[in-house]
């Protein structure tokens, strides 16, 4: 697994060209100036005083005047305090896919001296690796060095790598990584800033948020264990803001947010930031699993299979032919005629005069006309009410109760055998 270690190493043999008196002669992009250096894919490289910038092949998609150019700004932060001359690395607003290294000789008064690079309010303080000062970033900036100040943080878990080119698959974490970091201060609100770097070049798309990448949207955090989540990165520059630490370590888990699938690793540079100073802790590498976002249509469930996705579907499911980690359902039509064929399609319909047995999907002989309400269908005319029986003409409803009005009662008439004498002697 390589993280473009040449690319560093590559670095690191300019830098000790600095010293030879025909650098600027010897360097593809020529010597720098204020009117810029043209330096395009193929990447270049500028020098001033005892700083050295790498631009990396593949780092820029078209051509720009690139200089590093000398100001008076101090880039002394927090208990770090720049010891050497700033140079601005233009133009600030230039966006580097691949990250351009910086490599500050050493100066006389500084023993292990840290890079320190400066862009909007913040300036972050990279770890010492050495006689040198050593830093990487992806966009223009400040740029100095100084004495290494005390961390803002340690992080417990993971390992961490000091330079990116050291990454390697010890320390390389797939979908997941369970992170742990004691803050330096126990009442101090922290910022934690993940950044994705892609050395090599083999993304041709933002990793972090956008092409701008100001904000660091690649994770998100997520299960955190002894502090207060107050900010995240869609709301300002930082991957997560933490406050109001309840324990000596913080826990969470690190996880995907903005990133997307990563088929081969990436180096993650992490800081911690307290106020206007953030520590570069070190790196790690980060890639995402076979199944990284594999739904496998909502109907089965993803299994790796080497370097490989597999779609177990679920009953009533089966891979697709063209694009197996698709599930489709199955039509389920074996021994039906008719109705739902448990999919949304249909088994077929009835024939004329059959009817659809929805539940067995059969189709039967529609039910006797007679025996429905069909209106053709009457009463026996041999069925009868006795004509013998009737309301006397003379009865009336009571138009306020609507009962018979008593006044005349109901006088049937029944017109049964009544040949016997009804009445009395």
């Not at 400040?142 to 000091?162: D, E, F």
Request: proline letters at 8%; a negative charge.
């Amino acid at each position: 697994m390589a993280f473009g270690k040449s690319w560093t190493r590559s670095a690191r043999a300019l830098t000790r060209l600095a010293s030879a008196p025909l650098l600027c002669a010897a360097l593809v992009s020529g010597c720098v100036n204020d009117s810029g250096t043209p330096i395009g894919p193929d990447g270049g490289t500028l020098q001033a005083g005892k700083l050295t910038v790498t631009i990396p092949p593949g780092a820029l998609t078209r051509e720009y005047n690139v200089s590093l150019v000398k100001v008076e700004d101090d880039l002394s932060a927090g208990d770090v305090v720049a010891s050497e001359t700033t140079y601005e690395l233009k133009p600030k607003s230039i966006n580097l896919k691949i990250p351009a290294e910086a490599v500050y000789e050493p100066g006389g008064d500084v023993e292990g001296p840290s890079l320190l690079f400066a862009t909007g309010e913040r300036t972050t303080s990279y770890p010492n690796v050495g006689e040198s000062a050593i830093g990487h970033f992806h966009e223009g900036g400040l740029i100095s060095a100084g004495g290494v100040g005390m961390p803002n943080a340690t992080v417990n878990a993971p390992a961490l790598s000091l330079l990116p080119g050291d990454v390697n698959a010890e320390n390389t974490f797939v979908d997941i990584i369970p992170m742990q970091i004691t803050p330096s201060s126990a009442t101090q609100p922290f910022d934690v800033i993940l950044t994705a770097y892609d050395l090599v070049g083999n993304y041709n798309r933002p990793l972090n948020d956008n092409d701008n990448n100001r904000t660091h949207c690649a994770f998100k955090i997520e299960n955190v264990d002894g502090a207060l989540v107050t900010g995240g990165c869609v709301t300002g520059i930082n991957t997560v803001s933490l406050s109001a630490p309840t324990s000596a370590t913080v826990d969470f888990d690190v996880i995907p947010f903005l990133i997307g699938k990563t088929d081969e690793p990436v180096v993650v540079a992490v800081d911690v930031a307290v106020g206007q100073l953030a520590t570069r802790l070190g790196y790690f590498g980060f890639r995402t699993g076979p199944c990284f976002q594999i739904s496998c249509s909502g109907n089965g469930t993803c299994t790796p299979s080497g370097d490989a996705p597999v779609c177990a579907c679920n009953d009533g499911y089966a891979n697709n032919v063209e694009d197996p980690l698709r599930c489709d359902c199955v039509p389920q039509c074996d021994g039906r005629q008719c109705g739902s064929d448990s999919c949304g399609g249909s088994c077929g319909g009835c024939p004329d005069g059959q009817d659809c047995d929805y539940n067995s999907g059969q189709c039967a002989d529609g039910p006797d006309p007679s025996t429905t309400g069909d209106p053709s269908t009457t009463m026996d005319p041999s069925t009868t009410m006795d004509p013998s029986t009737t309301m006397d003409p003379s009865t009336t409803m009571d138009p306020t109760t609507g009962m018979p009005d008593p006044t005349t009662g109901m006088d049937m008439m029944t017109t049964g055998d009544t040949t016997g004498d009804t009445t009395g002697p």
